[in-house]
């Protein structure tokens, strides 16, 4: 039987971890091992850690010598559990250190899934609740339909923060998340990659039309305009990497032009202040994504806001 082990990139979020810990052992299935990254400092991790061992179960915290946002907390986790020996039919879901699980067997329902749709194609590499199609030629994501969500679903990518599970076979094969992506569009990059080796990947079509709707309704908190500027930036930055590692430069080009230029201008009688500081922000995030200057380039703490409050539109 496969095992299972739990990631939690977690920053500056004491009280919304315990509670997200505490609740994994009302799960039908908790995690063989559960891997906190600290991605800022925080003092009570370890107790958070010690309280779950003492319930029964391993519990590793690792600390980066500095932020490295969602995308290098995944991607040092990931190397962990490899160089721990995991087997490559284990599963390594992601969670969310504010986001308490939605129902009791949410872990069990994904892996199970996993697992089963793993044993009857050997390309299947991950599994989650929450997914989305890609289209190259405009360089966005495409909304799975309510109608195909009443059974597995094959999709492109998995979103942050909807118990996106990965097999450990297929990270040791094809890698981590990218580290130097920092913030934004880590899993879609993830998913594209995987896809590219012939991988698929599937969404629970029943357990998103159940819950996965109304956690994407109903999340997200409100946001000023110089939080908006440094997610659009990592946003904007990598999608255009993306693009260009992918080979398509022309997409990139058109993205640019049309998010990174076209709409801040249209903006400019209405709210020119704030379009002229997203015009700012876009052209930065086109140079560095074009010239592949990467890694967190921009601190977020410099706004006054959190690097992991989620990946600005990609979560659940």
Not at 21 to 33: E, N, R, S
Not at 107 to 123: M, P, W, Y
Not at 198 to 213: F, K, N, S, T
Request: net charge negative.
């Amino acid at each position: 039987m496969s095992s299972v082990h739990g990631i939690i990139i977690t920053h500056q979020r004491p009280e919304g971890l315990q509670r997200v810990v505490d609740a994994l052992h009302h799960q039908t299935l908790v995690p063989d091992t559960l891997v906190l990254v600290d991605n800022g400092g925080s003092p009570t991790i370890d107790l958070v850690a010690e309280r779950h061992r003492q319930r029964g179960h391993e519990a590793v915290v690792l600390r980066p010598e500095e932020n490295t946002g969602p995308a290098g907390g995944t991607a040092l986790a990931m190397s962990w559990l490899l160089d721990a020996g995991i087997d490559d039919d284990d599963w390594v879901i992601r969670l969310d250190d504010d986001q308490q699980p939605p129902r009791d067997d949410i872990i069990e329902s994904i892996t199970t899934l996993g697992s089963s749709q793993r044993d009857e194609d050997a390309h299947v590499a991950a599994v989650g609740m929450v997914g989305a199609r890609y289209d190259w030629d405009r360089g966005q994501s495409i909304r799975i339909a309510d109608d195909e969500l009443d059974g597995p679903v094959d999709v492109d990518w998995l979103a942050t923060g909807c118990y996106s599970a990965f097999s450990a076979g297929a990270i040791r094969r094809y890698g981590t998340f990218d580290p130097e992506l920092f913030f934004g569009s880590s899993e879609v990059e993830y998913g594209l990659r995987l896809r590219r080796h012939g991988c698929r990947l599937i969404a629970h079509g029943p357990l998103w039309a159940d819950v996965g709707r109304a956690t994407a309704d109903t999340a997200g908190p409100k946001r000023r305009v110089g939080d908006w500027n440094w997610r659009r930036y990592y946003t904007l930055r990598n999608q255009i990497h993306v693009l260009r590692a992918n080979g398509r430069t022309d997409t990139a080009i058109r993205v640019a032009l049309i998010r990174g230029v076209a709409k801040p201008l249209a903006n400019l009688v209405i709210s020119p202040r704030q379009a002229l500081q997203h015009l700012r922000w876009n052209a930065r995030a086109i140079r560095d994504g074009w010239r592949g200057q990467l890694g967190r380039t921009i601190d977020p703490a410099h706004f006054g806001v959190r690097s992991h409050d989620d990946e600005g539109g990609e979560g659940c």
